[in-house]
């Protein structure tokens, strides 16, 4: 008992002496929060922003799967909500935007111009 003791008294007058042993202490837990940035918090806000791309590039037509697992063709859709026609009976539902689990429709980009020749038609 005596040596666990005197081991303590002679090491904590040596820690506070010594800056860089201090630092040396801090230096898991400065190591530790870039890592859990890296790690934990910019993929989860990739995939918020991805997310946010597919709910704001929804089209009326599109087929859609909702995190409930109802599959249905998008009829109208307004600020936050939208509705959706649904089975064989083509019944409706209205359902908020953050329900959207996909986007099943595949489209082109319509909205890129990929029409470079058209400078060459004035001959």
């Known amino acids: 008992m005596f040596q666990f003791n005197a081991f303590f008294a ?7 002496a010594n800056p860089i042993g201090a630092l040396a202490s801090l230096l898991p837990f400065l ?7 890296f790690l934990m918090i910019r993929p989860q806000k990739k995939k918020q922003k991805e997310e946010q791309k597919m709910r704001n590039s929804l089209r009326v037509g ?3 799967t909702t995190i409930g697992g109802i599959t249905g063709r998008v009829l109208n859709i307004k600020e936050d909500v939208m509705v959706i026609e649904t089975g064989a009976d083509r ?11 996909s986007v099943d429709t595949i ?7 990929d029409d470079d020749d058209d400078d060459d038609d004035d001959i």
């Open 91 to 101: 019944s409706k539902m209205t359902i908020k935007k953050w329900a959207l689990q």
């Open 10 to 16: 002679t090491a904590t007058p040596n820690a506070q």
């Open 62 to 64: 599109d087929e859609i």
């Open 31 to 37: 190591i530790l929060i870039p890592l859990m940035y």
């Open 107 to 113: 489209h082109d980009n319509d909205d890129i111009d």
